[in-house]
């Protein structure tokens, strides 16, 4: 059975290339348009791992990181930040919130795809 991997962006065009390019790699895909959005998404759904953008309406993907690391069943889950910060602040804040890695856009479908391997296997 594929893993499942829920995919926060509210840009259509990264969430269908991100999409695009880990369901070719095996993954089963939930897509949220913003942090609020996936809370309802994920609603008891096996979730093996989240990505998420950082900067994005109704709920940024730091207080998306928040309450997942709420949620008993999402504490241990694998999160990434997928955005255009660099900043090493915006960084640090992700990690204090839970985030388990980042990964600054642009990217390639092949670095995408090696970070997923090492969370999910």
């Known amino acids: ?17 991100v999409s695009f390019t880990l369901k070719d790699a095996g993954y089963e895909i939930v897509e949220a ?9 994920v609603n008891g759904r096996k979730i ?3 990505i998420t953008d950082l900067n ?5 993907g730091i207080e998306l990181i928040r ?10 889950t694998p999160i990434v930040m997928l955005t255009t910060e660099s900043q090493e602040s915006k960084k640090e804040e992700g990690k204090r919130a839970g985030a388990s890695g980042w990964i600054v856009k642009p990217f390639t479908p ?4 090696s970070v997923v391997k090492k969370f999910v296997r």
């Open 1 to 17: 059975m594929a893993k499942t991997v829920l995919i926060v962006d509210d840009s259509t065009s990264m969430r269908q290339m």
């Open 33 to 41: 348009v913003n942090g609020r959005d996936a809370l309802n998404k």
């Open 48 to 50: 093996e791992m989240v």
């Open 56 to 60: 994005m309406p109704e709920m940024d």
């Open 67 to 76: 309450q997942l690391r709420c949620s008993a069943g999402l504490r241990f």
């Open 110 to 113: 092949e670095q995408l795809v």
